[in-house]
């Protein structure tokens, strides 16, 4: 309640009394307040439940929205608060520490409730946040709606509730169907949410220990376990196999008992919102249940409309001015039969408000108005919060709201559970962080909840203009943020392991966009682990550089004392030598391939004969040794085969590339000198479709060509092309070699047209359309289609069919929790792979392009970053590989 309005005297003054105590305790910090509170009944009681009250419902007393039920529920938070007063030496009235004084101020307000409706303590409207099973006296409209899910539960078994955020699908569970199963006397009822580790929340709503069978959980009634907000198992950062083990655990509690009349039947029902329909069909016991056994909650009636706004207002005692009804609805359904699903939350809260502006008993069209109608209500409650903060709780503020966002790249985006500590915590200054929670937390724009922190409603993120717009401008730093964050969570549950870490390009991207106070205390640790990592690599490579040096004069000085010694002593040296390298080789093979693969080729120096040597050499083309823009992932960025399989082109860390005859593989030698053009690092050498040209691109932000008819005579073919601002990624060829595609960090993709190779020149404008850098190209078997992927997490579709008139296609393809990395289609062009950083590998029908449509679930391809897909001539077959040193192969058909 804003200023007291509206409050009656004998609660107004509690409020004010009560407020007076905390400025004389020095306004501490509600949380802090709560928890003392708390402490000191547990002390006195035991261990015997909660007896004290939450700090969001302290803030309700200290603003006059509510009074405490129990003076055992407030005793303990004044002795807390008089203790901290007397200990700060402020002046306390005697007044203030009289408890006797207290329980009267308590007995006149709590009394005054009963006496007259006008000075009701709790509003009967939830404003953004649901109605729980308590409020059922207040919940109106949904009567069809609750009868119906009634009639279906009784038969057991997963029934999904399916519907649009903030349609009202928890209010109907839990103020709805819980009571009116209920009044039956037959139902056992569990509640949960999934949460980031739903296996250990379903233990915990049944009440038995991990491992027990769920059906010990009453056996002698029937029994409903309600999972509501069930997207959470897709947003809160759970592990693909603890979805798996959850969803197995939901199987076995649906399943119907054998003997009826034993045992009463088991019903789940899972409320998921519309939008994550989709999702839930990539795993058969979801998609059985959505094809079998699903319910749509869609919007109200206007009848029912009107019940939900008239019907809490009578409970309550109140009335409403005429017109006042009528004005709502309309706003609401913006002159319409009907409204947006979504849009249920946007009318509790104005009733809300609207009930805090009532005059006596009444709530009146003038106090509509002031609360800003359906459309400001929300808005202008945010803003005026907004308005209380001084600048240092501003700053705090839109740290702690941003970091309650979960940002989706093809979704809405969603609320997150956060634990208070980290909330507060990125924070420079915990005393305002403490401040602005407490505001937002009394203008219910944030829930506080035991030691967890949410925007109450998703509501609030669609109707708050000042939150979408921080959102929208930074939504590539907020998406890799996120992905640090749950990196850095497996990185700790790996042990620390090295091969979790980011490195190369991926490290210099978290870097950029995760500032001080920007991420949790984990993730910190974790980048800040990766950059030693970094900077140890990079030591160990002027080192093994010296060394290698060193060597070559070793070697140098065992050449000329051959001359001396025997070929006995001569060959045992060697020996060992080439036995060191290849030993300090396989040793760093996990954690640094890129290492692992230089030392390989020393070995190969050493011995140019030794056929396992270049077994091994060759065998680190499949390695992920091709982004680091940084050069701290080894020497070789990238190693390609002309089509005939007979030459090998290497990318080098020295930005020159070297051709190599492997027509026998067994002895590997290299051909003509190396080709030095680039200025910086390489990134990229890939050969045309009739083995002729070779084009490579590097950091140097440029392309080149290269003729390689003649491998011994190569030579460059043209000026630099110079496409775009940035780093030139994997380049992709089209099928008769005429179009060269060339993304760029830039955001673009660059079309070449090299019908005269001599002189090429751009087909068109760069292709814009991604939000951060494009990291390869791929086209289409038959040269129509060109893919994208990019580090916005997306993959795009271009129409190249007339190269001079690309066109974007349908969508971003998205659903990847990091970068995007790699795209290939198959020989027969109708289906897509990518893969991406977060180990995963998803396809795509391209039947019609302009709609492609996923096939199944994401494959965990990899236990590191996905940086190359490839399927067989046949395409039947995906290969894939990654950061994790390894080659997988996935049957397709």
Not at 140 to 145: I, K, L, S, V
Not at 470 to 490: K, M, N, P, T
Not at 840 to 850: G, H, K
Not at 869 to 879: E, N, W, Y
Request: net charge negative.
């Amino acid at each position: 309640m804003s200023g007291g309005m509206g409050i009656a005297a004998p609660r107004k003054i509690f409020a004010e009394r009560f407020a007076e105590l905390f400025a004389a305790a020095g306004n501490p910090a509600l949380r802090r307040v709560a928890a003392a509170a708390e402490d000191r009944m547990r002390a006195a009681r035991g261990s015997r439940g909660r007896g004290s009250a939450s700090a969001q419902r302290i803030s309700d007393w200290k603003s006059g929205r509510n009074v405490p039920a129990r003076f055992e529920s407030l005793l303990p938070v004044l002795l807390t608060l008089v203790d901290q007063a007397k200990k700060s030496g402020r002046p306390l009235a005697p007044e203030l520490a009289d408890m006797q004084e207290w329980r009267r101020l308590w007995a006149e307000s709590d009394a005054w409730r009963g006496e007259s409706v006008d000075t009701e303590t709790a509003c009967p409207y939830p404003g953004l946040t649901s109605f729980r099973s308590a409020d059922a006296a207040l919940f109106f409209g949904r009567r069809t709606a609750t009868d119906e899910l009634a009639d279906l539960i009784r038969a057991g078994g997963l029934l999904v509730v399916v519907g649009a955020s903030g349609a009202g699908k928890s209010s109907l569970l839990h103020a709805g169907l819980v009571p009116a199963i209920a009044s039956e006397g037959r139902w056992s009822v569990a509640a949960m949410t999934p949460g980031a580790a739903p296996v250990s929340a379903l233990w915990e709503a049944l009440a038995v220990s991990p491992g027990d069978t769920p059906g010990r959980w009453a056996p002698d009634r029937s029994r409903l376990l309600i999972v509501d907000q069930f997207e959470e198992l897709f947003t809160a950062g759970s592990a693909e196999s603890e979805r798996e083990s959850f969803l197995a655990l939901l199987a076995s509690l649906a399943e119907r008992p054998a003997d009826p009349d034993e045992v009463g039947p088991t019903a789940v029902v899972v409320s998921v919102r519309a939008d994550f329909y989709s999702r839930c069909l990539h795993y058969p016991l979801l998609a059985d249940a959505l094809t079998r056994r699903s319910w749509l909650l869609g919007p109200m009636r206007l009848d029912e409309l009107a019940e939900a706004i008239t019907g809490p207002a009578e409970a309550a005692g109140l009335s409403l001015e005429p017109g006042l009804e009528e004005l709502a609805i309309t706003e609401l359904c913006e002159g319409r039969q009907g409204y947006d699903a979504g849009a249920l939350p946007l009318l509790s809260h104005v009733m809300a408000a609207t009930w805090e502006r009532r005059e006596g008993a009444r709530l009146t069209v003038a106090g509509y108005r002031k609360a800003g109608g359906v459309g400001g209500s929300v808005a202008a409650t945010a803003e005026r919060a907004w308005d209380e903060l001084s600048p240092a709780q501003r700053r705090a503020a839109k740290q702690i709201l941003l970091g309650l966002v979960r940002v989706a790249s093809d979704s809405r985006d969603t609320r997150r559970r956060v634990a208070r500590a980290e909330v507060v915590a990125p924070a420079g200054d915990p005393d305002a962080a403490e401040a602005a929670l407490e505001t937002l937390s009394a203008a219910r724009l944030v829930t506080l909840d035991a030691d967890v922190a949410y925007l109450t409603h998703e509501i609030v993120l669609e109707a708050w203009p000042r939150l979408r717009a921080w959102i929208d401008a930074d939504r590539v730093g907020y998406l890799v943020r996120q992905r640090v964050e749950a990196d850095a969570a497996e990185w700790v549950d790996s042990g620390h392991a090295s091969w979790a870490l980011y490195r190369g390009d991926r490290l210099t991207a978290a870097a950029e966009h995760c500032g001080p106070g920007t991420v949790g205390p984990g993730a910190r640790e974790f980048l800040s682990a990766a950059s030693q990592a970094r900077r140890r690599s990079q030591r160990r490579s002027s080192v093994s550089k010296a060394t290698l040096a060193l060597l070559s004069v070793v070697a140098l000085l065992l050449a000329i004392a051959a001359y001396s010694q025997s070929r006995t002593a001569t060959a045992e040296r060697n020996d060992a030598v080439f036995a060191r390298v290849l030993s300090e080789a396989d040793r760093l093979q996990a954690g640094d391939p890129s290492m692992s693969a230089q030392l390989d080729l020393v070995a190969a120096r050493l011995r140019p004969d030794d056929v396992g040597v270049w077994v091994r050499l060759l065998g680190t083309q499949d390695m992920p040794l091709a982004t680091a823009v940084d050069g701290d992932t080894g020497p070789i960025k990238q190693v390609a085969y002309r089509r005939d399989g007979r030459l090998l082109a290497s990318a080098g860390h020295d930005n020159s590339i070297r051709l190599w005859d492997v027509a026998d593989p067994r002895r590997p030698s290299p051909v003509g000198s190396p080709l030095y053009g680039h200025q910086e690092f390489l990134t990229s050498a890939v050969f045309s479709p009739d083995g002729r040209l070779l084009a490579s691109a590097g950091g140097d932000h440029t392309v080149r060509l290269w003729d390689v008819t003649e491998p011994a005579a190569a030579h460059p073919v043209g000026e630099p092309l110079v496409g775009g601002a940035g780093t030139v990624y994997l380049l992709g060829f089209r099928g008769d070699g005429r179009i060269l595609a060339a993304p760029n960090h830039d955001h673009t993709v660059a079309l070449w047209d090299l019908a005269d190779p001599a002189a090429p020149r751009q087909a068109c404008p760069p292709l814009a359309g991604h939000t951060g850098p494009v990291r390869s190209a791929a086209f289409s078997p038959d040269g129509r289609l060109l893919a994208t992927a990019s580090d916005d997490l997306t993959v795009r579709l271009w129409d190249v069919s007339a190269p001079e008139a690309p066109v974007p296609l349908g969508v971003p393809l998205g659903g990847f929790g990091a970068t995007a990395h790699s795209v290939a289609f198959a020989p027969d062009g109708r289906t897509l792979a990518a893969g991406s950083d977060d180990g995963t590998v998803r396809l795509w029908d391209l039947a019609d392009p302009a709609a492609p449509r996923e096939l199944g679930g994401p494959l965990a391809a990899q236990t590191g970053a996905t940086w190359s897909v490839a399927f067989s001539p046949d395409g039947h077959v995906l290969a894939t590989a990654g950061t994790d040193g390894a080659v997988k192969l996935w049957s397709l058909h």
